[in-house]
Protein backbone atom coordinates (compact mmCIF):
# COMPACT_ATOMS: atom_id res chain seq x y z
CA UNK A 1 0.00 0.00 0.00
CA UNK A 2 1.33 3.07 -1.23
CA UNK A 3 0.96 6.50 -2.50
CA UNK A 4 3.49 8.44 -4.45
CA UNK A 5 2.85 12.29 -4.52
CA UNK A 6 5.17 14.06 -7.72
CA UNK A 7 4.91 17.09 -10.05
CA UNK A 8 6.39 19.84 -7.59
CA UNK A 9 9.02 21.63 -9.18
CA UNK A 10 9.98 25.36 -9.82
CA UNK A 11 7.69 27.79 -10.76
CA UNK A 12 7.55 31.75 -11.28
CA UNK A 13 4.71 33.75 -9.75
CA UNK A 14 1.59 33.25 -11.80
CA UNK A 15 2.54 30.06 -12.96
CA UNK A 16 0.77 26.44 -12.78
CA UNK A 17 1.65 23.02 -11.65
CA UNK A 18 -0.02 19.90 -11.46
CA UNK A 19 0.62 17.79 -8.30
CA UNK A 20 -0.53 14.01 -8.78
CA UNK A 21 -1.36 11.10 -6.31
CA UNK A 22 -0.76 8.10 -7.73
CA UNK A 23 -1.56 4.93 -5.89
CA UNK A 24 -0.24 1.16 -5.93
CA UNK A 25 -1.83 -1.36 -3.62
CA UNK A 26 -5.09 -0.12 -3.03
CA UNK A 27 -8.09 1.69 -4.83
CA UNK A 28 -8.02 4.94 -4.31
CA UNK A 29 -11.34 5.94 -4.99
CA UNK A 30 -12.49 4.43 -1.58
CA UNK A 31 -11.18 7.05 0.03
CA UNK A 32 -11.43 10.24 0.84
CA UNK A 33 -8.04 11.89 -0.44
CA UNK A 34 -6.51 15.00 0.95
CA UNK A 35 -3.77 17.42 0.09
CA UNK A 36 -1.74 19.15 2.34
CA UNK A 37 1.35 21.34 2.67
CA UNK A 38 4.02 22.20 5.08
CA UNK A 39 5.74 25.18 5.51
CA UNK A 40 9.39 25.13 7.18
CA UNK A 41 8.95 25.00 11.12
CA UNK A 42 5.37 25.09 10.75
CA UNK A 43 2.74 22.21 11.13
CA UNK A 44 1.10 20.42 7.86
CA UNK A 45 -2.00 22.02 6.66
CA UNK A 46 -4.89 20.71 4.84
CA UNK A 47 -5.12 22.32 1.26
CA UNK A 48 -7.64 20.62 -0.38
CA UNK A 49 -9.91 17.31 -0.11
CA UNK A 50 -11.77 15.14 -2.36
CA UNK A 51 -14.50 12.59 -1.23
CA UNK A 52 -14.74 9.05 -1.64
CA UNK A 53 -18.38 8.68 -2.97
CA UNK A 54 -20.08 11.94 -4.38
CA UNK A 55 -17.22 14.42 -5.95
CA UNK A 56 -17.44 16.64 -2.69
CA UNK A 57 -14.33 19.05 -2.69
CA UNK A 58 -13.01 21.38 -0.29
CA UNK A 59 -10.40 23.87 0.04
CA UNK A 60 -9.01 26.65 2.04
CA UNK A 61 -9.62 29.85 1.63
CA UNK A 62 -6.25 31.01 0.56
CA UNK A 63 -6.06 28.28 -2.61
CA UNK A 64 -10.11 28.48 -3.56
CA UNK A 65 -10.28 29.75 -6.86
CA UNK A 66 -6.68 28.71 -7.71
CA UNK A 67 -6.61 25.00 -6.70
CA UNK A 68 -8.59 22.07 -8.35
CA UNK A 69 -8.32 18.64 -6.79
CA UNK A 70 -10.12 16.05 -8.92
CA UNK A 71 -9.57 12.20 -9.65
CA UNK A 72 -9.11 9.86 -12.31
CA UNK A 73 -10.03 6.45 -11.33
CA UNK A 74 -8.72 4.75 -14.49
CA UNK A 75 -5.63 5.66 -13.08
CA UNK A 76 -5.93 5.42 -9.35
CA UNK A 77 -4.65 9.11 -9.61
CA UNK A 78 -5.97 12.07 -7.81
CA UNK A 79 -4.45 15.57 -8.88
CA UNK A 80 -4.16 19.16 -7.58
CA UNK A 81 -4.11 21.66 -10.36
CA UNK A 82 -2.62 25.13 -9.17
CA UNK A 83 -2.98 27.59 -11.08
CA UNK A 84 -2.15 31.49 -10.26
CA UNK A 85 0.50 30.52 -7.63
CA UNK A 86 2.04 32.53 -5.17
CA UNK A 87 5.23 32.84 -3.25
CA UNK A 88 3.41 31.71 -0.47
CA UNK A 89 2.33 28.62 -2.17
CA UNK A 90 6.15 27.46 -1.54
CA UNK A 91 6.08 24.34 0.59
CA UNK A 92 6.27 20.87 0.64
CA UNK A 93 3.35 19.26 -0.83
CA UNK A 94 1.59 15.84 0.50
CA UNK A 95 -0.97 13.51 -0.36
CA UNK A 96 -2.85 11.63 2.21
CA UNK A 97 -6.05 9.19 2.29
CA UNK A 98 -8.51 9.27 5.28
CA UNK A 99 -8.98 7.13 8.27
CA UNK A 100 -11.46 4.91 6.92
CA UNK A 101 -12.66 4.41 10.87
CA UNK A 102 -14.63 7.54 10.42
CA UNK A 103 -17.19 5.77 8.18
CA UNK A 104 -18.66 6.90 5.00
CA UNK A 105 -19.44 10.35 4.86
CA UNK A 106 -16.76 11.87 6.65
CA UNK A 107 -14.62 14.46 4.96
CA UNK A 108 -12.24 16.68 7.02
CA UNK A 109 -9.01 18.78 6.38
CA UNK A 110 -7.42 18.03 9.68
CA UNK A 111 -3.79 16.09 8.50
CA UNK A 112 -4.61 13.85 12.13
CA UNK A 113 -7.75 12.59 10.59
CA UNK A 114 -5.64 11.01 7.60
CA UNK A 115 -3.27 7.94 8.35
CA UNK A 116 -1.35 6.83 5.02
CA UNK A 117 0.32 9.23 3.64
CA UNK A 118 2.95 9.70 0.59
CA UNK A 119 6.78 11.69 0.33
CA UNK A 120 6.34 14.88 -0.36
CA UNK A 121 6.81 16.98 -3.62
CA UNK A 122 8.35 20.21 -2.74
CA UNK A 123 6.77 23.44 -4.80
CA UNK A 124 8.87 26.43 -5.16
CA UNK A 125 7.36 29.65 -6.36
CA UNK A 126 9.87 32.41 -7.27
CA UNK A 127 11.18 34.55 -9.95
Known amino acids: VQLQASGGGLVQPGGSLRLSCAASGFTLDRYVVGWFRQFPGNEREGVSCISDSDGRTYYIDSVKGRFTISRDNAKNTVYLQMNSLKPEDTAVYYC?????????????????????WGQGTLVTVSS
Open 96 to 116: ATLNMGYGKGYISLNPKDYNS
